[in-house]
């Protein structure tokens, strides 16, 4: 009987332990269980394809064991899918939207009149990551478009074709082939390398000739020479300055980094890598995040300044070529994240790419252990990185919305304590310098972390900058200006009030505000703010030198540490002769 009784504990205990089973365990047994029923799938086709061989009785038997298998496993999926959505419904049912931590309740005021375009869901919830490191950025992107299974639209504004924009495009050209419907545009003037015709040796033209993949460039050049002379020089230098990534509708990246292997080698490997910041965001509650970075891409996207690349009668000659190239760089830089390279160069460009990809040292053989952290962080159901978020667009001058440079007012205006500012370009526009003129004397701590002429990769802005530097400090009651030495800095974030982080492709300067197209992620979230507040510190702390002038009470000035106190006599007689002439003469015209 005591028998009995303890076998029928242990029962009850076994099927609670099933019962409170996580989703997290649910999904990654759904997981697991569609990969081996896909490996047994073409298993049994194998076995078909082998039918021509010899028939014995114990191929037959395999062939029967496996479709066995193969059904069991089907109605396991199923049984498990119906628990999935169980536990799916009863956890999205729980979800509360709050705001932990609140001290400023003008900056949530501010957060909340940032439209939505799901009506029904008044503040999106989102898992969001914070991909500062150039390596995971990358890892990132591979990873989010091997997700995909219905589509993938992308904007960027630059394109090269090098190791990392050959095989990006190779990437896309084999998610099209597998018939997920692929939308690419990329800006004329920001992706030059492979939107000029000839120059580009015509490689974005094979890939638009992909099934389910259509390909636009925004304002060619030859297009808009013309207008130059009928509606000014900003008609030609509008730009479209999105970075967007969007998976099935649910998957979201943005940030400062293009295509380029600039953005993604580490810095040990490349002295001119960059220090940026992408977000990656998936939908938890409600799909207006999707929705938005839709809304934001087909907005330029079917603009008439979008024009389709249609292959010519020549594209037709060295088609393969071409074909064959991005399709190798795909291959061989899949083997090369996972740490084996061992894929063999058949002709000289093979070879070539090789050499290239063997120069990113750090990079190699990282991507599984990335792959695991992002997989179990995106599909884990506790609410760890859930943060209220949404997403701010603004056209370009041949459109007129502009939420991007309203919204980023009224955040400086509402801010109390600190408004940190991570930006490569600061030319600050009237509005903008006399917000946050009134936000220093409010005694709001105003922090800019911004490049110097070496290590900016736009000697004009340093031009205008190291000329205006000065006057934020007369202005600007205790501001603090911390400038990168040598590593370049193209990050674009915000952060108010330790609260409120805004992170996309916006510059603090005439071009992003008045002409070009631009995205912005916003995230309402204390604990995300100082994630990305480390972030910046740290960067801060090993790449910056900060620039100093004491002004005494009678007015008089003192350079206390200044561009002349490590930037080159030669850079900086540069900027003083050419750049800096030739800026004034353009800002006007921005």
């Known amino acids: 009987m005591k028998k009995l009784t303890f076998l029928f504990i242990m029962l009850f205990i076994c099927s609670c332990m099933a019962f409170t089973q996580t989703l997290d365990e649910v999904n990654w047994e759904v997981d697991d269980a569609e990969k081996e029923h896909q490996k047994l799938l073409d298993q049994v086709d194998g076995e078909y394809d082998d039918a021509d061989g010899e028939v014995t009785d114990d191929s037959i038997s395999n062939m029967l064991r496996n479709k066995y298998k193969v059904k069991k496993l089907e109605y396991d999926i199923k049984n498990l899918k119906e628990k999935q959505s169980i536990l799916k419904k009863n956890s999205a049912e729980n979800i509360k939207i709050d705001y932990p931590g609140i001290k400023n309740s003008d900056l949530k005021a501010v957060f909340d009149q940032i439209p939505v375009i799901n009506t029904k869901t008044k503040a999106p919830l989102a898992k969001v990551m914070l991909l500062d490191d150039n390596i995971e950025s990358w890892y990132a992107r591979w990873y989010m478009i091997t997700q995909a299974k219905k589509s993938i639209d992308i904007v960027y504004f630059a394109l090269f074709d090098d190791a990392f924009g050959r095989a990006f495009m190779g990437l896309l050209q084999e998610k099209a082939l597998q018939g ?80 380029w292997s600039h953005f993604f080698a580490d810095y040990k490997d490349d002295d001119k890598g960059y220090l940026d910041t992408d977000v990656l965001i998936k939908t938890v509650k409600g799909n207006d995040i999707g929705l938005a ?140 310098r006399s917000v946050l003129i009134d936000a220093g004397q409010r005694g709001v701590k105003v922090n800019i972390f911004t490049a110097s002429p070496t290590s900016t990769d736009e000697l004009f802005v340093q031009g205008l900058f190291i000329e205006e530097w000065k006057d934020l400090f007369r202005d600007i009651p205790g501001v603090r200006i911390r400038v990168t030495e040598k590593r370049p800095l193209h990050s ?59 002004i005494s009470p009678d007015g008089r000035e003192q350079v206390i540490y200044g561009p002349e106190d490590h930037c080159s006599k030669k850079i900086l007689r540069k900027i003083k002769y050419f750049y800096r002439p030739v800026a004034r003469m353009l800002r006007p015209l921005l």
Do not use: C
């Open 492 to 550: 674009k974030v915000f952060i108010f009030d330790h609260q409120l982080v805004v992170a996309g492709t916006y510059n603090l300067d005439p071009l992003s505000q008045n002409m070009n197209s631009e995205v912005v992620a916003a995230v309402y979230s204390p604990k995300f703010s100082q994630i990305v507040r480390n972030s910046i510190e740290d960067r801060i702390k090993k790449y910056s030198v900060e620039y100093k002038l004491a």
């Open 180 to 259: 997920v419907k692929v939308r690419f545009l990329v800006d004329n003037r920001g992706g030059l390398d492979t939107t000029i015709r000839l120059t580009s040796k015509d490689i974005l033209i094979e890939l638009a000739k992909t099934p389910n993949l259509d390909v636009k460039i925004y304002n060619p050049v030859f297009d808009k020479f013309l207008r130059i002379f009928t509606q000014g020089l900003k008609s030609v230098w509008t730009a479209n300055h999105d970075k967007l990534v969007i998976i099935d509708g649910q998957w979201v990246m943005t940030g400062g980094r293009n295509i």
């Open 293 to 432: 970075a839709t809304k934001a891409f087909e907005d330029e996207y079917f603009m008439k300044q979008s024009k389709d690349l249609k292959p010519s009668f020549i594209d037709r000659f060295g088609a393969k070529t071409l074909k064959d190239k991005i399709e190798y760089a795909r291959r061989t830089m899949e083997m090369y994240m996972i740490g084996d390279m061992s894929l063999l160069p058949s002709n000289e460009n093979e070879a070539a790419y090789n050499e290239e990809l063997s120069k990113y040292t750090v990079m190699k053989g990282g991507y599984m252990d990335f792959y695991k952290k992002i997989d179990r962080y995106f599909k884990s159901s506790s609410y760890n990185g859930v943060y209220p978020t949404k997403l701010l667009d603004k056209g370009s001058q041949f459109k007129t919305d502009n939420e991007i440079t309203k919204h980023i007012l009224n955040m400086m205006r509402a801010s109390k304590e600190e408004i940190m500012i991570q930006n490569p370009y600061i030319i600050l526009v009237p509005e903008t």
